[in-house]
């Protein structure tokens, strides 16, 4: 069975969360776009790929498997061990369901299909989408004619779950002073238009919904990978030279948020790892493209990591210091032990 090569590319990362997998395939399947097809990395081992495709295939899941091993990408891949073809129960579009080599983080595991996919023609653009978020019917469509409109990374209207008529952002700020992410137009009312001052504010696409086209990836390159976990989106949108950032306002994406990591607002249901990464990716980053500054962004840390002490959790609070501490001294990657974890 052959299918032609469709316009774009949703590429979504999973980590042993399938229900949410489901659910924002639920999502696409209700698109108003034709041309797309699915991209999915498993990063959570085999008995979570297991687990993800008894959730999504068979006679009464979201997909059915198919036959198509003439295109390339239906093969393993560099760092994909297997590869599973299939496609929408009630339409034609191709979901790819692929197990990682190992766990290869947010970055990496974008990168596992964006890749290969880079080797192959005729697509136009890659929308690099969190599990945990559902896609209006019309988002698709809005993200793509944005792009085409000359943006080479394009967001939308990016909403919480629980309060859907709120933005969590139009895209983030990094404070080349402070070395905080400062999310523009934080609950403004959804399908406003970002004004032209803030607009001009955004450095990068949150990565939880990200639309890059193939030109704008052909210069910039892959994802960063060294993060594992945070500021990758941030690091990609930096990197975007000559192409501009547009918004969809017409794009709606729910994000539910910390499905997957436990990266929740409040200390009490915040991950040791959520914490951990935050800490040890600002001094990451801000080593790279601050300069000097980055002792500043050190400084700003550790009061950051004493507001935990202030408020009753001294555990975070060590693990925040660990992570600023383990950002000096360049460590990066996938921590095998998060240092002072709870």
């Known amino acids: 069975m052959s299918i032609a090569r469709a316009r774009l590319a949703v590429i979504i990362v999973s980590y042993c969360n399938a229900d949410d997998v ?3 395939l639920r999502s696409l399947a ?3 776009l034709d041309q797309f097809e699915v991209l999915i990395c498993e990063n959570g081992g085999e008995a979570a790929y297991t687990n993800l495709l ?15 091993d003439s295109d390339v990408l239906d093969l393993p891949q560099k760092r994909l061990a297997s590869v599973a073809s299939c496609r929408f129960q009630a339409r034609a579009n191709v979901v790819r369901i692929g197990l990682a080599i190992d766990n290869l983080g947010y970055g990496g595991g974008v990168n596992a299909w964006l890749e290969p996919l880079l080797s192959v023609p005729d697509w136009d653009a890659v929308l690099v989408l969190n599990p945990d978020t559902e896609v209006d019917p019309r988002a698709l469509s809005e993200l793509v004619a944005k792009s085409a409109a000359g943006y080479g990374m394009v967001g939308g209207n990016l909403v919480f ?11 983030l700020h990094w404070s080349r002073m402070t ?3 400062i999310a523009i137009g934080r609950n403004a009312p959804v399908g406003s238009t970002p004004s032209a001052e803030n607009l001009a504010k955004i450095d990068a696409i949150s990565g939880a919904c990200v639309l890059a086209t193939r030109a704008c990836v052909e210069d910039v390159g892959l994802m960063a990978e060294d993060y594992f976990l945070y500021m990758e989106d941030l690091d990609w949108g930096l990197r975007r030279g000559k192409h501009r950032i547009g918004i969809a306002d017409k794009a709606v994406v729910r994000h539910i948020g910390g499905t997957t990591i436990g990266s929740a607002v409040t200390i009490e249901k915040r991950s040791d790892l959520s ?9 990451l980053y801000a080593r790279r493209f601050a300069g000097w500054r980055w002792i500043c962004h050190f400084g700003i840390g550790l009061l950051y ?3 935990y002490l202030i408020r009753g ?7 925040a210091l660990a992570g600023l501490l383990d950002g000096v001294n360049g460590k990066t990657g996938r921590p095998k032990v998060v240092p002072g974890a709870r």
Not at 161 to 171: E, F, L, T, V
Not at 275 to 283: C, F, T
Request: net charge positive.
């Open 54 to 68: 008894a959730r999504l295939v068979g006679p009464d899941r979201i997909l059915k498997r198919i036959s198509n």
């Open 161 to 171: 779950d629980a309060s859907p008529d709120k933005i969590i952002n139009y895209g």
């Open 275 to 283: 914490i951990y990464l935050s800490a040890r990716n600002s001094i």
């Open 313 to 319: 959790s001294s555990s975070a609070g060590k693990v």
């Open 22 to 24: 489901d659910r924002c």
């Open 305 to 307: 990591a004493a507001r």
């Open 179 to 181: 070395g905080r992410v």
């Open 30 to 32: 209700r698109s108003d």
